[in-house]
């Protein structure tokens, strides 16, 4: 189990290694996090993001992340998030995360483990919200965000008419 833990940690941490901040952190306007294209798959996108709310300090921080570009159309959205707490340096209380009003759920097997299982969202922006209460000696976290587009009918339509002319041809082969 804790193999299990620590390859879930390191593998977490190498996906947010080359995230950025955006939106809202702490009152403090940052660039969007830009969605990266899957380059064998056009229609995946992928993009990490992490931050150490206000070290120091204690009380409430609540951070907004904005992804871009926007949706064009409908697409299936997933995620994960891990609260890091390593050697016991820094600690986020209570953490509650939501992706367009959609929330993360916490794990019950691995502490600090918050996951978005595939959800079906409309066109328009991404808007990722995360909560918490943060101790006097600060805290950090990070995840990754994984789009992937919904296929318009056309596809499926262009699909069944390859099919279709397949079963026609097999049909005129087999009278012959």
């Known amino acids: 189990m804790k193999l ?3 390859a879930l940690a390191a593998m977490l941490a190498g996906s947010i290694a080359t995230g950025a901040h955006a939106g809202t952190i702490n009152g403090v306007n940052t660039p969007d996090i830009v969605l ?4 064998t798959n056009s229609d995946y996108w992928t993009a990490g993001f992490s931050n150490v709310p206000v070290n120091g ?5 609540t951070d907004i992340f ?3 570009p926007e949706l064009t159309g409908p697409a299936f959205a997933s995620g994960a998030l891990i609260n890091f707490s390593l050697f016991d340096y820094g600690d986020l209380r209570s953490i509650t995360a939501t992706l367009n009003n959609n929330a993360f759920t916490a794990s019950s097997t ?3 483990l918050f996951t978005l299982d595939p959800v079906l969202l ?3 922006p991404l808007t990722l919200t995360i909560s918490g209460i943060v101790s006097s000696a600060g805290g950090s976290y990070g995840g990754n965000l994984n789009v992937l587009a919904v296929p318009e009918p056309e596809t499926y339509a262009m699909m069944l008419g390859g099919l279709g002319l397949l079963g026609f041809m097999a049909r005129r082969r087999k009278k012959n």
């Open 4 to 6: 299990k833990f620590i």
């Open 36 to 39: 990266k294209q899957n380059s």
């Open 57 to 61: 300090s204690t009380g409430t921080f």
């Open 66 to 68: 904005t992804f871009t």
């Open 110 to 112: 691995v502490p600090g």
């Open 122 to 124: 409309g066109a328009g």
